[in-house]
């Protein structure tokens, strides 16, 4: 029996530390997309490529593409709050703060999570999840603290860029909750994953023709192998695993990956930047590990 519960431990571990890996590692990425083509057509390029590579990956191992009709409008709007708007208000929001406070504002998704998944899916949080992520969370705000005082924005701009994430979390949120919803299950994982994905990528190029005309490309290898990086790793295979997580061990928990997204993030930078932590950045990323156990570690999230 402890061999099985061991299996079935590890495999939760791996994919989340894979997730967290892979989207702690995009802003690498990211800084090659941006210059020639403007933001809101490399995000529809990134989820093309991702709706293809999901669905011919369906396609070559046998998972039905078919949805039923009556599925139309809950893979349209998964595909909406989950691929267009998440997005598109992250990239809009760094251009008024930082990249860092982006990062770390959206580590409050666990919390939306928690709070769509008690409403929604009646999934009442258990009283170690919750210490666990106060604890998580006051880390979150001296992480916060770091970044904001890093920042030289003007007030105004940097409310702006700060709503703009927050929306941006909610509508994350909701796309996460929807996959953990019993229509979700009752779909093939990988079928309405990249139905959803075509259409966000979709209504990303009608958004990006409508606000930056026409497609533009760059050719360059930086640019195309960034591209396949994003949309192959960072959205087919992460978004796979990360939503598979979601339906085992629900929103609330799987919302974790999130948390430790700018640790990850930071201590990349530490590497490839020379990024310096403060007393207070180290604080916070110590709690939000001690945080993250403590929740992680909960008999059950959904009791």
Known sequence: MRNGEGATRMGLVIPFLIVTLIWGSTWIVIRGQLGV??????????????????????????????????????VAVAGFVTFVANYNLVYLAEQHVTSGVVAVIFSLLVVSNAILGWIFLRQPLSRAFLIGSAVAMLGVGLLFAHEWHAGDRAPHDAILGVVMTLVAVVSASIGNVMQAARRARAMPMQALIGWAMLCGAVIDGLFAWAFDGPPRFDGRGVYIAGLLYLGVIASAIAFWLYFNLIRQIGPARGGYVNVLVPVIAMGLSTVFEGYRWSAEAIAGGVLVLIGLVLAMRARSPAR
Do not use: C, K, N
Not at 40 to 47: A, I, Q
Not at 48 to 61: E, K
């Open 37 to 74: 083509v403007p933001v809101s057509w490399s995000v529809t390029y990134r989820f093309l490529v991702g709706a293809v590579t999901m669905l011919a990956v369906a396609r070559a191992t046998g998972v039905p593409l078919r949805i039923r009709r009556q599925d139309y409008l809950f």
